[in-house]
């Protein structure tokens, strides 16, 4: 057997290897129960790297052409009984909170006698469109999808409710396919954290964020507005930059949140609190900050509104909104099997409430209660501290534009 790429058309080579191995089966040039060569042999024979091949080899899984066995190697698949997977599509697999989702689908699908497929683009939304392009239905009995945070992928979704494959959208929600989702409640997530800000007495706020036109986005960034208005003010009027999501670099995640905590600073020296939108991002700023030298929380304060276990480590602890993001796995595996037993009731719109871990990055400018905040963040410190202590033991072995000013 050998795989052959044409580099004079403009096809991928990912569709090319897939297309040519399909083939062989279909033609029963290669027989159900046969092992495939190795993908290091593929890779050499067609001249292409071995996680091209990969991609080709997980999307014939997926299409129920291929089954792979760990150690044992990749076989053809017996087409006149193909297995149901639930597949999970996910835009990469680097991330903490990536891994606590996973954890919850595990446990709400621990009595599902079906296969989970687990399918992640490297932060490649493009990719990751393929992917969900290509579920299939006669492999594939559902699909638990983390869509990419742009518009512009809807048709992705809309073609798969086409295919009639069942499927509930899991953190990001992008309108207006109606199909059932989880995630937390936006609105509430963003006018929690900003209002968190404003009651430290913090009012020139800096705006970190990307520039994603996905609902969750919306209404989050709605919420942050809500906070505002409480206070006579407007999101429009803040200090704002965003990020292109599709810019992200997955190898240095942090790096935009770096640079732009850089360049909102230098143009907006006055600031004395950032609120970002993203973990990675937070990181970033701190380290922006650092470089500037600037202290947090005693030049700039910090609040995320995305959490990571290792914020509490950092020098200062970073204050961050958490996400429920193993309950939010398990309601999305839940609803997922309730829609594959009922296709024909109405979509569910679950979300959840984040909670607000208080640590050291935000400091109190309000003199009347800063000595109150200050003993009740000591207090939650040290019940997390132990908490996390627990969790981390029993479970884990374009530049935007600026705009207004202060």
């Not at 991609?55 to 076989?75: D, K």
Request: hydrophobic share 40%; glycine share 6%.
């Amino acid at each position: 057997m050998e795989i052959l790429i044409n580099d004079q058309i403009a096809k991928p080579y990912v569709t090319q290897i897939e297309d040519q191995l399909s083939r062989l089966i279909r033609r029963q040039e290669l027989k159900p129960g046969e092992k495939i060569p190795s993908i290091r042999t593929l890779a050499s024979q067609s001249n292409v790297s071995i996680g091209i091949v990969k991609q080709a080899i997980r999307s014939l899984v997926l299409q129920g052409y291929l089954r792979s066995h760990g150690g044992r190697g990749v076989f053809v698949n017996q087409r006149s009984s193909p297995k149901r997977n639930v597949a999970v599509v996910l835009p990469a697999l680097l991330d903490e909170h990536i891994w606590r989702i996973i954890a919850g689908i595990k446990h709400g699908l621990i009595e599902e006698p079906g296969e989970l497929l687990i399918l992640a683009a490297n932060y490649d939304f493009r990719q990751e469109s393929d992917i969900i392009a290509k579920l299939d239905k006669s492999s594939t009995m559902g699909a638990l999808i983390y869509p990419p945070p742009e518009s512009c992928y809807l048709a992705a979704l809309q073609e798969l409710m086409q295919k009639g494959i069942p499927f509930v959208q899991i953190d990001t929600v992008l309108e207006p396919v109606k199909a059932d989702s989880v995630a937390i409640d936006g609105r509430k997530h963003g006018l929690d954290g900003m209002k968190y800000l404003l009651e430290n007495g913090h009012t020139k706020i800096g705006i970190i964020a990307h520039s994603g036109d996905a609902y969750t986005m919306k209404e989050i960034r709605a919420g942050i507005d809500d906070a505002l208005q409480m206070h006579k003010m407007s999101l429009e009027h803040l200090p704002f930059l965003a990020q292109d999501p599709e810019d992200m670099n997955s190898s240095e995640p942090w790096a935009y949140g770096q640079a732009m905590t850089i360049e909102i600073m230098n143009k907006f020296p006055k600031i004395t609190a950032l609120l970002i939108l993203d973990a990675h991002m937070a990181s970033g700023a701190l380290l922006g900050l650092k470089s500037l030298g600037l202290s947090v929380p005693e030049d700039v304060s910090i609040l995320s509104l995305g959490n990571m276990n290792s914020f509490m480590f950092n020098n200062p602890s970073i204050t961050a909104m958490d996400q429920p993001y193993e309950e939010i796995g398990r309601l999305a595996a839940n609803q997922l099997l309730e829609r594959i037993a009922e296709p024909g009731s109405p979509p569910k719109a679950i979300r959840l409430e984040s909670t607000l871990l208080k640590r050291d990055s935000v400091r109190c400018i309000l003199e009347q209660s800063c000595r109150r905040e200050q003993q009740i963040r000591k207090t939650a410190y040290r019940i997390e501290t132990v908490q996390n202590g627990e969790i981390a033991a029993g479970k884990y072995e374009k530049n935007g534009q600026l705009r207004s000013s202060i």
